[in-house]
């Protein structure tokens, strides 16, 4: 028997100003995830140094920061068989130059900052996001 399972998807900032969360939603739903919440804002510098806190000693963490604020994103749950897993291959590669093939990444990431999507990357952490973003 498989389970229904939640994750937390970001839209960023670089793919919300090319208009591109319609397509990125159109992805999710041809690969059996539904999308039960989505909302667009606009985060400040000090909820995305708190949404990326595990992140907190990497030398990119004020620079990811700052471009995770820089402009309006759109957070969404997804749900379906997996889904954090699915929605990590669909996202493919952190550095767009590395991702699949027809991965999100792939198609629209720019670079490995403006990589387009952010997804949790594991059963805990897709919890604590949503949490973080759906009070
Ligand atoms: P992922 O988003 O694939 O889970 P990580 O959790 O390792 O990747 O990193 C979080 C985010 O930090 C990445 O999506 C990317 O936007 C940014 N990032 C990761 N590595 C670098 C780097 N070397 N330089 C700049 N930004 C980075
Ligand atoms: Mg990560």
Do not use: W
């Not at 992805?27 to 989505?38: A, D, T």
């Not at 030398?59 to 749950?77: H, K, R, T």
């Not at 997804?78 to 897993?85: D, I, M, Q, S």
């Amino acid at each position: 028997m498989s389970e229904k399972e939640k994750t937390l998807s970001i839209i960023k900032p670089d793919a919300v100003e090319r208009n591109l969360s319609e397509k990125i939603k159109s992805i999710f739903l041809q690969n059996n995830l539904s999308i039960l919440e989505s909302k667009k804002l606009h985060v400040s510098k000090d909820e995305a140094a708190e949404f990326y806190k595990v992140h907190q000693s990497k030398p990119f963490y004020d620079q990811l920061c700052g471009y995770l604020s820089s402009g309006p994103i759109e957070v969404l749950v997804l749900e379906g068989e997996n889904a954090v897993l699915k929605n990590r291959e669909l996202m493919g590669a952190t550095d767009p130059k590395n991702a699949e093939e027809g991965t999100i990444r792939k198609l629209y990431g720019i670079s490995i900052d403006k990589n387009s999507v952010h997804g949790s990357d594991s059963k805990d952490n897709a919890s604590k996001e949503i949490s973080f973003f759906f009070k």
